[in-house]
């Protein structure tokens, strides 16, 4: 580890509140991946002896169950894992494309970046939320779709911020130093702006995670997310909602769990952004 990065760690430990969060989500990721193979009930395994059962221990449904008597702790845990996936594969998406269109926009300025510049206005002002739907409604609920879908409309803030910091870079000397011996604009934005660009992208990408996950869940909310069998802390939600007076456990429990992801990722990418001394632009 280089000693820019190893002083980077430093000042992230260092952050209380950043480190303990970090913590939090490792034991959370870990425990939705492994939890499940801890109890014999599947996810959508119904027990009709057990239905709309209170949480409690030693019973085997630690979490209760729901109406149809399926294991809440299971569902949770799996809910869990669907709505970080998305999260993380959604945000690849938008990373990719932000970077790529922000990068070549930074660059190579000009009539090219006032283009593009204006695309990225234009669809900014789109009810974004409507073309997801309006995707989901037209090729179907399919979970690899919802990856595309929410990824292709989280790319805008990543190209501006990339399009700024490619403009501040592209006056070093360095880059400078590349063009006069020949090196052509690809091989400059590979070679030089885009390592250059590392911290911010981990920064941003740390706060999109939360963002994305928080989109999915009000989708699933509306039921244009994840659908059954699949299950996600959305859907759980939007199912726990129903049934507040009668079974509020179906409703804290997943909300619980949203709510402390959303709360950990935030402090991370907050201690990440401190530790890297990104300045927000």
């Not at 929410?150 to 880059?175: D, F, K, N, P």
């Not at 999109?208 to 939600?237: A, M, R, Y």
């Amino acid at each position: 580890m280089s000693a820019p990065m190893q002083d980077a760690a430093g000042r992230f430990r260092s952050n209380p509140a950043a480190f303990a969060a970090a913590l939090i989500v490792a034991c959370i990721v870990v425990l939705s991946i492994a939890g499940p193979w801890f109890s014999p009930n599947g996810h959508d395994t119904l027990d009709w002896l057990h239905v709309a059962m209170r949480p409690g221990l030693p019973q085997a449904h630690w979490f209760g169950t729901d109406r149809l008597g399926r294991d809440l702790f299971v569902r949770t845990l799996v809910g869990t894992r669907v709505s970080l996936t998305v999260g993380l594969v959604a945000s690849a998406v938008s990373l990719l494309v932000g970077i790529a269109y922000g990068a070549v926009a930074g660059y190579f300025g000009g009539r090219i970046d006032h283009l593009m510049m204006r695309v990225i206005e234009i669809i900014s002002g789109l009810p974004l939320i409507f073309f997801v739907i309006f995707i989901t409604v037209i090729f179907g609920r399919n979970i690899y779709l919802l990856f595309l879908s929410i990824g292709a409309v989280a790319w805008l803030t990543m190209a501006r911020i990339v399009r700024g910091q490619t403009m501040s870079i592209r006056r070093e000397e360095y880059i400078e130093a590349a063009v006069a011996c020949g090196a052509s604009p690809a091989r400059i934005i590979l070679r030089h702006v885009l390592p250059n660009l590392v911290g911010v992208v981990v920064v941003y990408a740390t706060l999109s995670v939360p963002q994305i996950i928080l989109f999915e869940s009000f989708l699933s909310f509306l039921g244009l997310g994840i659908q059954e069998p699949s299950v996600s802390l959305g859907t759980l939600v939007a199912d726990g909602a129903g049934e507040l007076e009668a079974a509020p456990w179906m409703l804290l429990i997943p909300g619980a769990f949203l709510a402390l992801l959303m709360l950990c990722l935030n402090l991370c990418g907050d201690g990440l952004r401190d530790a890297l001394d990104v300045k927000e632009g």
